[in-house]
């Protein structure tokens, strides 16, 4: 059993940075793979970044490739996401997961867990 508590979304203006935590109980955290998601009023729930268990791979959906990095510290059982160069259209409320094995990482349903989410709106 893992529980995700998401932190650090907020009000920023167009350019301007903000990281996200995600904050997991459980004492197999560090064998999760680990994803952002994100989900905008009247929107899909849309894939962000994901990265390895152990950190050794990271992916990125193409609108956010070059401006957010995801990261984590299984010391720490938190993981990241840094977002620079924020745009309005990167407004949304911001959801953390984790899953083992995760297949097909764009997908929510390979994530076991998720957090409650956290909200970043952007101001143009």
């Known amino acids: 059993q893992v529980q995700l508590v998401e932190s650090g979304g907020g009000l920023v203006q167009a350019g301007d940075s903000l990281r996200l935590s995600c904050a997991a109980s459980?004492?197999?955290?560090?064998?999760?793979?680990m994803g952002w998601f994100r989900q905008a009023p009247g929107k899909e729930r849309e894939f962000v970044a994901a990265?390895?268990?152990?950190?050794?791979?990271?992916y990125y959906e193409d609108a956010v490739r070059g401006r957010f990095t995801i990261s984590r510290d299984n010391a720490k059982n938190t993981a990241y996401l840094q977002m620079n160069s924020l745009k309005p259209e990167d407004t949304a409320v911001y959801y953390c997961a984790a899953g083992r094995t995760v297949a097909v990482i764009r997908q929510p349903g390979q994530y076991d867990y998720w957090g409650q989410g956290t909200q970043v709106t952007v101001s143009s």
């Open positions: 459980g004492r197999t955290y560090s064998s999760y793979d």
């Open positions: 990265i390895g268990w152990s950190g050794g791979w990271t």
